[in-house]
C-alpha cells in the first residue's frame, strides 16, 4: 500500500499516577495489545512506538487509512432446499439478496456430507478513525492487569482511574471512549508545572504540548538525565553515585520530568552503620546515597522532583528534614539495640511465631541442630569448627528481635553480623548470618566458608521440608513464602558448593522429611521442586534434556559438571545405547518378583549377566570404565533377544529372565535415564 495511504495514529491515555513497579510491564502490554487489535482489524501499521509515564500511556504509528480488502463465504441452504424442479426457491432469493451476489453467481460447497449453497463476497471494508473509535476501550479492557480499580459508578476498572483520552489522526480529533471517558483535544502537563489541561490538534502538536508541559515521555531519557545530573551533583562534593538499577527504573518512573538535586545530612549520623543509612535513604526515600572514592558514605544524597517549579531549595529542605528524622530514630534503635549482645534476644525466640502451623523460630533452630547431629559425620566439621557452627544458629536469627530489623526488615541477617562482629564473635559466625539469604538469585554470590554454607544449606532443608510435610507448596504463580527461591539456594549450595561431599540431596532430605515426622512423598516433592530450579538457572549452559537425564539419577552434585561433559562428549554415540534401554526397559517392566541371587543357565543368560555385573560394579566415579563395559554389554544383549524366549511359558524361567533383564537395565541407567533424551 503507498505511503500516501497511511496516516498517522496517536493514543494518549491519562490516568492517576500508576505505581513505578507497573508502568514498564504496562508499556509493554499496551503496545502488544494495540499492534494485535490492529492486526486482527487488517490494518496494516509500521513505525509503531510506545511510551508510559506515571500519569499517561501513549502508542503511534503510522497505519493504512483504510481495512485490507478479504474475501468471505458465506453458507447458505441446503442445495436440496435452494431449488424445486430447478426453480430457486424464496429461501434461495433471499439468501442471494441478503449476501448482494447474483442467483448466477452463487457457489456449491459440501459440509459434513452435506452440499450447500454458498456465496463470495468481498467483506466491509472500514477507515482506520472508525476502527480507532473503540480500539482504545477494547485494548484496556483486554489487558492483563496486576490488581484494578473502580472510580465511578460504571464497572469500568484498570490500574488507576482513567482521567482523560486523546485520539489523533494526523490533525483530525478523533471521537471515541474508553473506559467511561470520552475522547478530546487535549493533554496535561506534569502536575508541578503544567497541571492545565493544553489543547492539541494535531500530532505535532502534541510532542510540542508535551515538552511545553514539562514531561520526558521517553524513560529511557528520564534515567539518563538522573544518571548525568546526579553524578554531576556528586561530583560537586566530591564523591560518586553507585546506581542501584531497581531504584533508578523506580524514581525515573515516579516522575514525569526529572530534577535530581543535592541534599545533606549531619556528618554525626556516619556514626550509623552504613548499611542502616544506605536503608534509610534508597528504600524508605528513595534518595541515591553519595559515596567517596574508598566507598564510605559521605553526608550527601541526590533526590529527584518531579518537574522543575520555583522553589526547588524548599523542596530540598523538606527532603532533608524528613531524612533526618528518620535517620535520628535509627540512630536512637541502634544504640538501644547496643545495650544489650545479640545472644541475649536468644531465648525470645522462643516466643517468636515462625509460622502458625510449624511453630516458633526456636523450633526451627532446634530441627536444624537435630539435622545436623544425625548427619554430624558427614561434614567432618574440627571440634572447633563444629562449635562455630552451633554458635551460628543459635545467633542466625537473633537481628529479628532487634529495633533496628523491626523499623527496617529489610536489614535483617545484614544487622545481625554487624552486631555479631561487634559482640566479638568469630569472623566465620560473622559470615554465616550475614549470607544466611544467600544465594537468593541465579548469580548470586555464594557463602564463602563451611559454616556459612552448611547453615544455609540445613535452613533451606528444613524450611522446604517443613513446609511440604503441611501441604504449603508453590501452585501456578502462587508462592506467598518464597519457597521456589529457597529451593534454588538449596540447589545452588548443593551443586557449587562442596559441602555435601560425596552425600546427596535426597540422603539429606530424607533425613530432614523425618524431623517433621513426613516421608518419602515428602521428600521426592521437593526434591523435584530443588531439581527444577537447578535446572531452570543452568538451561542456558546445558540442553534441558541433559540436565533432566543426569539428575533424575542420585549422586552427589558436585560432580554435576562432570556427568554433563561425559554425556555431551559420548552423545552422538549413545544411540544405540538409547534404543538398547528403552527395549530392556519395556520388557522387564513384566517382571513379578526379583530375587537376591540369579541362579543363570550357562550361555549367553550367563554371559549377559557377568556383563552386566561388570558394568554395575564400575568405580562409582570412573565413567568412562562403565562405558567401556556398556561396550561389551550392548552385543549381548542383541543375541540374548536373538537366542533366548524371554517370555517362556514357564513361570518361573520367565520370570529369571525378566530379573536378568532388570539388571541389565539398571546397568545401562546408571548414571543417565536415556528415555529423557
Keep these: 500500500m503507498p505511503k500516501s495511504k497511511y496516516r498517522e495514529l496517536l493514543i494518549e491515555v491519562g490516568v492517576e499516577e500508576i505505581p513505578s513497579r507497573y508502568v514498564e510491564s504496562l508499556a509493554a502490554d499496551f503496545l502488544q495489545g494495540v499492534k494485535e487489535h490492529l492486526t486482527r482489524a487488517r490494518l496494516d501499521f509500521t513505525h509503531e512506538s510506545v511510551w508510559c509515564t506515571p500519569r499517561r500511556l501513549g502508542f503511534q504509528a503510522r497505519v493504512a487509512a483504510f481495512q485490507t480488502p478479504q474475501q468471505e463465504v458465506v453458507r447458505g441452504p441446503a442445495v436440496a432446499v435452494g431449488w424445486?424442479?430447478?426453480?430457486?426457491?424464496?429461501?434461495?432469493?433471499?439468501?442471494?439478496?441478503?449476501?448482494?451476489?447474483?442467483?448466477?453467481?452463487?457457489?456449491?460447497?459440501?459440509?459434513?456430507?452435506?452440499?450447500?449453497?454458498?456465496?463470495?463476497?468481498?467483506?466491509?471494508?472500514?477507515?482506520?478513525?472508525?476502527?480507532?473509535?473503540?480500539?482504545?476501550?477494547?485494548?484496556?479492557?483486554?489487558?492483563?492487569?496486576?490488581?484494578?480499580?473502580?472510580?465511578?459508578?460504571?464497572d469500568a476498572r484498570f490500574v488507576r482511574p482513567v482521567r482523560w483520552l486523546l485520539l489523533l489522526l494526523d490533525n483530525v480529533v478523533v471521537h471515541g471512549d474508553a473506559l467511561g471517558v470520552a475522547s478530546a483535544g487535549k493533554t496535561f502537563g506534569n502536575r508541578t508545572d503544567h497541571p492545565e489541561p493544553i489543547v492539541v490538534g494535531s500530532v505535532a502538536?502534541?510532542?510540542?504540548?508535551?515538552?511545553?508541559?514539562?514531561?520526558?515521555?521517553?524513560?529511557?531519557?528520564?534515567?539518563?538525565?538522573?544518571?548525568?545530573?546526579?553524578?554531576?551533583?556528586?561530583?560537586?562534593?566530591?564523591?560518586?553515585?553507585?546506581?542501584?538499577?531497581?531504584?533508578?527504573?523506580?524514581?525515573?518512573?515516579?516522575?514525569?520530568?526529572?530534577?535530581?538535586?543535592?541534599?545533606?545530612?549531619?556528618?554525626?549520623?556516619?556514626?550509623i552503620p552504613a548499611p542502616i543509612l544506605v536503608t534509610s535513604m534508597r528504600v524508605h526515600q528513595r534518595y541515591f546515597p553519595v559515596r567517596n572514592e574508598a566507598g564510605a558514605l559521605l553526608p550527601y544524597f541526590v533526590a529527584v522532583r518531579n518537574g522543575v517549579g520555583d522553589s526547588l531549595d524548599l523542596v530540598r529542605h523538606g527532603n532533608e528534614k524528613v531524612l533526618r528524622a528518620r535517620l535520628s530514630d535509627a540512630q536512637y534503635f541502634f544504640s538501644k539495640d547496643r545495650q544489650r549482645r545479640l545472644i541475649d534476644h536468644a531465648p525470645e525466640l522462643a516466643q517468636v511465631t515462625w509460622h502458625a502451623r510449624l511453630g516458633t523460630y526456636q523450633d526451627k533452630i532446634n530441627r536444624i541442630k537435630s539435622l545436623f547431629t544425625e548427619t554430624k559425620a558427614w561434614w567432618g566439621l574440627e571440634?572447633?569448627?563444629?562449635?562455630?557452627?552451633?554458635?551460628?544458629?543459635?545467633?542466625?536469627?537473633?537481628?529479628?528481635?532487634?529495633?533496628?530489623?523491626?523499623?527496617?526488615?529489610?536489614?535483617?541477617?545484614?544487622?545481625?553480623?554487624?552486631?555479631?562482629?561487634?559482640?566479638?564473635?568469630?569472623?566465620?559466625?560473622?559470615?554465616?548470618?550475614?549470607?544466611?539469604?544467600?544465594?537468593?538469585?541465579?548469580?548470586?554470590?555464594?557463602?564463602?566458608?563451611?559454616?556459612?554454607?552448611?547453615?544455609?544449606?540445613?535452613?533451606?532443608?528444613?524450611?522446604?521440608?517443613?513446609?511440604?510435610?503441611?501441604?504449603?507448596?508453590?501452585?501456578?504463580?502462587?508462592?506467598?513464602?518464597?519457597?521456589?527461591?529457597?529451593?534454588?539456594?538449596?540447589?545452588?549450595?548443593?551443586?557449587?558448593?562442596?559441602?555435601?561431599?560425596?552425600?546427596?540431596?535426597?540422603?539429606?532430605?530424607?533425613?530432614?522429611?523425618?524431623?517433621?515426622?513426613?516421608?518419602?512423598?515428602?521428600?521426592?516433592?521437593?526434591?523435584?521442586?530443588?531439581?527444577?530450579?537447578?535446572?531452570?538457572?543452568?538451561?542456558?549452559?546445558?540442553?534441558?534434556?541433559?540436565?533432566?537425564?543426569?539428575?533424575?539419577?542420585?549422586?552427589?552434585?558436585?560432580?554435576?559438571?562432570?556427568?554433563?561433559?561425559?554425556?555431551?562428549?559420548?552423545?552422538?554415540?549413545?544411540?544405540?545405547?538409547?534404543?538398547?534401554?528403552?527395549?530392556?526397559?519395556r520388557i522387564a517392566r513384566h517382571i513379578v518378583t526379583k530375587s537376591a541371587a540369579l541362579d543363570l543357565e550357562a550361555g549367553i543368560e550367563s554371559e549377559l549377566g557377568a556383563a552386566a555385573r561388570q558394568a554395575l560394579a564400575a568405580e562409582e566415579n570412573d565413567l568412562q570404565a562403565w562405558w567401556d563395559a556398556i561396550g561389551q554389554l550392548l552385543p549381548l544383549i542383541a543375541q540374548f533377544f536373538a537366542e533366548v524366549l524371554v517370555m517362556d511359558p514357564d513361570p518361573n524361567v520367565r520370570n529369571r529372565r525378566l530379573a536378568l533383564l532388570l539388571d541389565v537395565q539398571q546397568a545401562l541407567g546408571r548414571y543417565f535415564d536415556w528415555e529423557l533424551l
Excluded at 544518571?227 to 556528586?234: K, N, Q, T, Y
Excluded at 554458635?391 to 545484614?414: A, N
Design 383 to 585: 571440634s572447633t569448627v563444629e562449635q562455630l557452627f552451633l554458635r551460628s544458629v543459635d545467633l542466625y536469627k537473633c537481628d529479628l528481635l532487634t529495633q533496628v530489623v523491626s523499623e527496617f526488615p529489610e536489614l535483617q541477617g545484614e544487622m545481625g553480623a554487624i552486631y555479631a562482629r561487634l559482640d566479638g564473635e568469630d569472623s566465620r559466625v560473622v559470615e554465616a548470618i550475614a549470607d544466611q539469604y544467600r544465594p537468593a538469585f541465579a548469580d548470586d554470590r555464594l557463602p564463602p566458608n563451611t559454616v556459612a554454607q552448611l547453615l544455609g544449606l540445613l535452613d533451606r532443608v528444613d524450611t522446604l521440608t517443613a513446609f511440604y510435610s503441611v501441604d504449603i507448596r508453590p501452585s501456578g504463580s502462587e508462592d506467598p513464602f518464597g519457597l521456589r527461591r529457597v529451593a534454588l539456594g538449596l540447589a545452588l549450595l548443593a551443586a557449587q558448593t562442596p559441602i555435601l561431599g560425596d552425600h546427596t540431596i535426597t540422603e539429606l532430605l530424607t533425613v530432614a522429611a523425618r524431623q517433621t515426622a513426613s516421608g518419602q512423598e515428602v521428600m521426592k516433592a521437593v526434591r523435584s521442586l530443588v531439581v527444577a530450579r537447578l535446572i531452570s538457572v543452568m538451561e542456558t549452559r546445558w540442553p534441558v534434556e541433559f540436565l533432566e537425564s543426569v539428575l533424575a539419577r542420585d549422586f552427589p552434585w558436585r560432580r554435576l559438571h562432570e556427568r554433563l561433559t561425559f554425556l555431551q562428549e559420548h552423545r552422538s554415540q549413545a544411540e544405540v545405547v538409547i534404543t538398547a534401554y528403552k527395549r530392556v526397559k
Design 205 to 271: 502538536e502534541y510532542w510540542k504540548a508535551l515538552e511545553a508541559g514539562r514531561v520526558e515521555a521517553d524513560g529511557q531519557r528520564r534515567r539518563q538525565v538522573i544518571v548525568e545530573e546526579g553524578m554531576r551533583l556528586a561530583r560537586s562534593v566530591g564523591g560518586h553515585i553507585d546506581f542501584d538499577v531497581d531504584l533508578l527504573e523506580e524514581v525515573a518512573n515516579l516522575v514525569e520530568w526529572p530534577t535530581p538535586f543535592l541534599g545533606t545530612f549531619s556528618a554525626e549520623f556516619l556514626q
Design 84 to 154: 424445486q424442479d430447478g426453480v430457486p426457491t424464496p429461501a434461495l432469493v433471499g439468501f442471494a439478496r441478503r449476501v448482494g451476489v447474483s442467483i448466477e453467481a452463487l457457489d456449491r460447497q459440501m459440509v459434513g456430507g452435506n452440499e450447500y449453497v454458498t456465496a463470495t463476497r468481498a467483506k466491509p471494508v472500514a477507515s482506520v478513525e472508525a476502527i480507532a473509535q473503540s480500539l482504545v476501550e477494547e485494548v484496556l479492557s483486554a489487558m492483563p492487569k496486576p490488581r484494578t480499580m473502580r472510580w465511578d459508578e460504571s
